[in-house]
């Protein structure tokens, strides 16, 4: 059977150096990764990836508002991953009220997490999240 997680790469509204990130774990020091996470069976890349914002996040996505980037794709740890760019869809991002395990945070607290940090900076290169450039 065929490992599918799939997420979201959230920029910030007006600040291009912010993502919206999760804590993996409540106790200091947490690790801040993007939201995302494992599909459901029978679930594609792209329905789990609003999904699991939803879930992690409170915001609801439409699928359509994936869809202007091409995805990253890409084999982490046996694991076929799905990433899409969500970039100024709203205001909405900006004025979310964001507590506890869920935050912006900067593009290099993100990349910080070691045991995904060459995935991660595949994936904001994929996106010209780094070296100035902006998707």
């Given at each position: 059977?065929?490992?599918?997680?799939?997420?979201?790469?959230?920029?910030?509204?007006?600040?291009?150096?912010?993502v919206?990130?999760?804590?993996?774990?409540?106790?200091?020091?947490?690790?801040?990764?993007?939201?995302?996470?494992?599909?459901?069976?029978?679930?594609?890349?792209?329905?789990?990836?609003?999904?699991?914002?939803?879930?992690?996040?409170?915001?609801?996505?439409?699928?359509?508002?994936?869809?202007?980037?091409?995805?990253?794709?890409?084999?982490?740890?046996?694991?076929?991953?799905?990433f899409?760019?969500?970039?100024?869809?709203?205001?909405?991002?900006?004025?979310?009220?964001?507590?506890?395990?869920?935050?912006?945070?900067?593009?290099?607290?993100?990349?910080?997490?070691?045991?995904?940090?060459?995935?991660?900076?595949?994936?904001?290169?994929?996106?010209?999240?780094?070296?100035?450039?902006?998707?």
């Amino acid at each position: 059977m065929r490992k599918v997680s799939a997420g979201v790469c959230i920029r910030h509204p007006s600040r291009d150096d912010l993502v919206l990130s999760t804590s993996r774990g409540l106790i200091p020091p947490l690790r801040w990764v993007l939201v995302g996470g494992n599909a459901d069976p029978g679930e594609t890349p792209l329905d789990c990836a609003v999904r699991e914002t939803f879930e992690e996040t409170g915001i609801r996505l439409e699928p359509e508002e994936l869809l202007a980037y091409d995805p990253f794709v890409a084999n982490l740890e046996g694991w076929e991953t799905t990433f899409y760019l969500a970039t100024r869809l709203s205001r909405r991002f900006k004025r979310c009220s964001l507590e506890g395990w869920v935050a912006w945070k900067p593009i290099e607290t993100i990349l910080k997490f070691v045991p995904y940090e060459a995935y991660n900076r595949a994936l904001f290169e994929h996106f010209g999240l780094l070296g100035g450039q902006h998707a």
